[in-house]
């Protein structure tokens, strides 16, 4: 089944304690991008990867890492998570660009005390 | 980068069809217009893409007109379960991607 995942699905940490959320797409995409969606904000993208090796930040990007180094994942790395970051993240992937249909995970919640 | 704007909120009745219009004033030359919908705690779903004119699927209807400086989704009949928030998205293939903040459509019975 073309899929995207993401994990954990559910997260509770503290202040300064780094983090990974991995996602992973089955669907040989070029294409992925992580967003973050809070109340009453809609969704705003964190960073976005063309294909292998190529990243960059999209418009919420301060707080946050990326990394593609095989096609099939995109982690979301947080080095030191503060309260603000606490969110619901979203990672999607498609074809080739975000022009094309973007194919979204479950979603993690994050909540940093 | 295309700003979209869209209104907050609708309501409507069960088997009314419902027009939901997103003013994208800049669209780019190479930009598609598309739209997503999002049930609460889940990712966004497609639901339909277009660049000009109008684009018909099995579960909507997208109007373009010819300055593409708006769309509008229709939703033909819709039910209890098309509640949910609707997204317009402009985007071109240079990476970046900005969501507007949605339309909540709630369908009364």
Known sequence: ??????????????????????????????????????????????????????????????????????????????????????????CASSLSSQAETQYFGPGTRLLVL | LAKTTQPISMDSYEGQEVNITCSHNNIATNDYITWYQQFPSQGPRFIIQGYKTKVTNEVASLFIPADRKSSTLSLPRVSLSDTAVYYCLVAGDAGKSTFGDGTTLTVKP
């Open chain 1, 1 to 90: 089944e073309a899929q995207v995942t993401q994990n954990p699905r559910y997260l509770i940490t503290v202040t300064g304690k780094k983090l990974t959320v991995t996602c992973s797409q089955n669907m040989n995409h070029e294409y992925m991008s992580w967003y973050r969606q809070d109340p009453g904000l809609g969704l705003r993208q964190i960073y976005y990867s063309m294909n292998v090796e190529v990243t960059d930040k999209g418009d919420v990007p301060e707080g946050y890492k990326v990394s593609r180094k095989e096609k099939r994942n995109f982690p979301l790395i947080l080095e030191s998570p503060s309260p603000n970051q606490t969110s619901l993240y979203f």
